[in-house]
């Protein structure tokens, strides 16, 4: 799937995902350090899915 986004979407994304972070640091936090910790050099890779969900939740409009 293709998607269009611009920079003003990707600081709400990242600003949603921070906030999770922040509501529930240790949930996320155990997300994270299985991703990075089973393979620091994929993890961009093993995050970027959640970051398209966080895409599709807050613009659903983007949606091919």
């Not at 611009?6 to 949603?16: C, F, G, N, Q, Y």
């Not at 936090?29 to 993890?43: C, D, K, M, Q, V």
């Amino acid at each position: 799937m293709q998607y269009t986004i611009d920079k003003s979407m990707v600081a709400a994304i990242l600003t949603e995902w921070d906030r999770r972070y922040r509501e529930a640091p240790g949930e996320f936090l155990n997300i994270a350090e299985h991703l990075l910790f089973s393979n620091p050099e994929t993890y961009g890779e093993e995050s970027a899915p959640y970051f398209l969900s966080l895409l599709e939740q807050l613009f659903p409009q983007v949606q091919s």
